[in-house]
C-alpha cells in the first residue's frame, strides 16, 4: 500500500548508488523536477529569515535586499539583474564571513556569467566604501582590474547595494518580485545544469 504522494512506490529501491536502475533514477529525476520547481517558494522563505536582524546597520538586512532589487528594478535593469540584487545576501544567515560564495552558488544554474561574477565579488567591491574604517584595504578590488564584469560589479555597488541603506525608502514588498524570481529560479539556462528535459 503506498504512503501518499512519496510513496515506496516513488522512492528509489537502491540502497548504495552503485545498485541503482535507470527506473530508480526515472524516479528520482521525476522528484528533482518538482523540488525545482519551488525553488522560488524556498528562497522566499529564507530571504525572510533576514527580516529583523540590523546587524547594525539603520534598515535589517530584509529590507536591504528589497531595497536593492527595487532600486535597480526602478532604474531599468532586467528581471535576472534584479533577482540577482534581490539574493546578493542571501547568504548573510548561514554563511556571514562567505555570503558572496553562497549567494553566487545559488544563482549561477540560473543567470548570466557577468551577473554571477557580480553575486560573487560584491562583498570585496562593495568593501571599497568601508574597508578602510576597519583598517583594511579598501582597493581590495583592484586585484580583479580588467575582468570583464569588474566594472559590471563596480557599478552593482555603487548604484544599489551601497545605497541601499535608508530606513525612509519606501521599498517594494517581498511580494513583488515573487514572480520574477519564478521566472527567472525556475529552470536553467545554463548548460551545464540542463537535463535533456529542460533542453527539450
Known sequence: MADGAHGTEQRAGFHAMIDG???D?????????????ELP??????????????????VDRLEHSLQTATRAH????????????????????LGPRN????????????VSEANHWMVAHHGIF??????HHLGLDRDMREQYRGH?????????????????????????PIEAFEPMLHRVMSTPKNSIYLRKSDAA
Open 99 to 110: 555570503h558572496a560564495d553562497i549567494g553566487a552558488a545559488i544563482v549561477q544554474p540560473f
Open 126 to 131: 562593495q568593501g571599497y566604501y568601508f574597508f
Open 148 to 172: 570583464p564584469s569588474f566594472e559590471h560589479c563596480a557599478q552593482f555597488c555603487h548604484l544599489y547595494d551601497q545605497s541601499a541603506f535608508d530606513p525612509n525608502y519606501e521599498s517594494m
Open 74 to 93: 526602478k532604474d531599468g535593469r532586467d528581471e535576472e539583474y534584479v533577482v540577482c540584487a534581490l539574493l546578493h545576501d542571501i547568504g548573510d544567515i
Open 21 to 23: 536502475t535507470a527506473e
Open 41 to 58: 517558494t524556498r528562497l522566499v522563505s529564507h530571504l525572510n529569515l533576514l527580516k529583523g536582524d540590523c546587524g547594525g546597520f539603520a
Open 25 to 37: 533514477w526515472g524516479k528520482i529525476a521525476a522528484a528533482s523536477v518538482e523540488f525545482g520547481r
